[in-house]
């Protein structure tokens, strides 16, 4: 099931990478019990982050974040189905962007080109997502899950799940599902390996400028190298 799918209704969109925030309404502005929900998402949030940093991931139990975060422990599963979706169910729900920008692309623009311009806008902007941010609370989730293998692995399941549905696009424009599988994951694998330098130069307190900086110059250097095979490939009629 996709993360999108799994996520409890009310989940609010993150603001900080895995930080629960205010959901998108456009103009109109979330009701009393809208932010009410976004509000205490993010306390279970909050709560689940300081002990996690404090005494590590796997030694802090869903009873000890619902009592630190004052709720009960039902209310913890019916925000974040999992122990690991209090850190990382927030983060992915961004796991359709790269489809979604391909999907959405304009008429001429190849994929490569779609999600080249999707990861520059995000670097230029320090999104928190990318892992962009000078908030402490965003470096200490980078280093959780750095440092704690079931974290790793469920974001590698993460970005699988990303590389799928990218996949599906393409091969639902070109009629072609195996080119579309290899198509994918080179270049989900280039937006993977910026993430990776990013996120490997922030935990080591590389100054964030300079990290962007170079993560720019990263992503249009791989996406040019993988272009040279793709540049043809899924240009939009």
């Known amino acids: 099931m996709a993360a999108r799918e799994a996520a409890p209704a009310g989940r609010p969109a993150p603001a900080e990478q895995g930080e629960p925030a205010a959901s998108d309404q456009g103009s109109r502005a979330p009701g009393l019990r809208e932010r009410k929900k976004q509000q205490t998402a993010a306390r279970i949030w909050q709560a689940a982050v300081e002990l996690f940093v404090e005494r590590g991931f796997d030694k802090v139990s869903v009873a000890e974040i619902a009592a630190a975060a004052d709720v009960s422990k039902m209310t913890v599963f019916n925000y974040f189905g999992t122990k690991e979706d209090v850190l990382l169910g927030p983060m992915e729900e961004h796991v359709a962007d790269a489809a979604d920008a391909v999907r959405d692309r304009a008429p001429g623009e190849s994929a490569a080109e779609a999600l080249r311009r999707q990861l520059l806008d995000l670097i230029e ?60 994951a080179q270049l989900i694998g280039v937006r993977n390996a910026v993430f990776a330098e990013v996120h490997r130069r922030r935990v080591a307190d590389v100054p964030l400028d300079q990290v962007a900086a170079d993560a720019a110059r990263l992503a249009r250097d791989a996406f040019a190298l993988v272009e040279k095979g793709l540049s043809g490939y899924a240009v939009k009629a």
């Open 125 to 184: 902007a320090r999104d928190p997502s990318v892992g962009l941010s000078d908030s402490a609370r965003t470096l200490q989730v980078l280093r959780l899950i750095t440092e704690t293998p079931v974290l790793l692995h469920r974001a590698h399941a993460f970005h699988l799940r990303r590389q799928e549905l990218l996949a599906e696009v393409l091969a639902a424009e070109t009629g072609d599902a195996v080119l579309a599988e290899v198509a994918a």
